[in-house]
T-cell receptor, first 113, second 116 residues
Framework: DQQVKQNSPSLSVQEGRISILNCDYT??????FLWYKKYPAEGPTFLIS?????DKNEDGRFTVFLNKSAKHLSLHIVPSQPGDSAVYFC????????????FGKGTRLHILP | ETGVTQSPTHLIKTRGQQVTLRCSSQ?????VSWYQQALGQGPQFIFQ???????GRGNFPPRFSGLQFPNYSSELNVNALELDDSALYLC???????????????FGPGTRLTVL
């Protein structure tokens, strides 16, 4: 039972354009959402997060949008840069401090020159 | 400031054997979480330790066990290895009163375990 779904295994985007990575979740108790970025041979690196009380959070080139009614979130990267080529994991957790984080399977983003 | 380190980098074991993986937390972090990432999957939570005590466990059998030491480093032990245990094992450290899910987790590079 996959509670966090990233339905696109991979995505290719031209350098300078917008990259949009999507994520759906099924558990309405999820209260906090995160995006992690992973390069080969490295551990995941925290990128950006959003609480369920917000519908948008922005950090430089990265913006996360949350649509609670649709149980959907997306990560926008503008403009896309070659260094953004990586695997991106969407993750979610409940509102209790000891709730574990549930990760999606990841989306591999290729930034094309 | 030293980041999260894990050892060994790679490991090959045979079915039925036992393995110990090690993790050194980032300086100042008192919470360690362990994850299993199978090929093509996202990290799956195994368990978490906060100040040397287990603080939550995922859906893994008891043959997966752990320890956290006074310096907050940690070990993951897996007994009676099975072929499906082949995966990348990640540890992540964080700082927080109870290592809650909203605390930013800093991941190590992982240990790649292959079970033959």
């Amino acid at each position: 039972d996959q509670q966090v779904k990233q339905n696109s295994p991979s995505l290719s985007v031209q350098e300078g354009r917008i990259s949009i990575l999507n994520c759906d979740y099924t558990n309405s108790m999820f209260d906090y959402f995160l995006w992690y970025k992973k390069y080969p041979a490295e551990g995941p690196t925290f990128l950006i997060s959003i609480s369920s009380i917000k519908d948008k959070n922005e950090d430089g080139r990265f913006t996360v949008f949350l649509n609670k009614s649709a149980k959907h979130l997306s990560l926008h990267i503008v403009p896309s840069q070659p260094g953004d080529s990586a695997v991106y994991f969407c993750a979610a957790s409940g509102r209790n401090r000891d709730d574990k984080i549930i990760f999606g399977k990841g989306t591999r983003l290729h930034i094309l020159p | 400031e030293t980041g999260v380190t894990q050892s060994p980098t790679h490991l090959i074991k045979t079915r039925g054997q036992q393995v110990t993986l090690r993790c050194s937390s980032q300086s100042g972090h008192n919470t360690v979480s362990w994850y299993q990432q199978a090929l093509g999957q996202g990290p799956q939570f195994i368990f978490q330790y906060y100040r040397e005590e287990e603080n939550g466990r995922g859906n893994f059998p008891p043959r997966f066990s752990g320890l956290q030491f006074p310096n907050y480093s940690s070990e993951l032990n897996v007994n009676a290895l099975e072929l499906d245990d082949s995966a990348l094992y990640l540890c992540a450290s964080s700082v927080g009163g109870r290592g809650g899910s909203t605390d930013t987790q800093y991941f190590g590079p992982g240990t790649r375990l292959t079970v033959l």
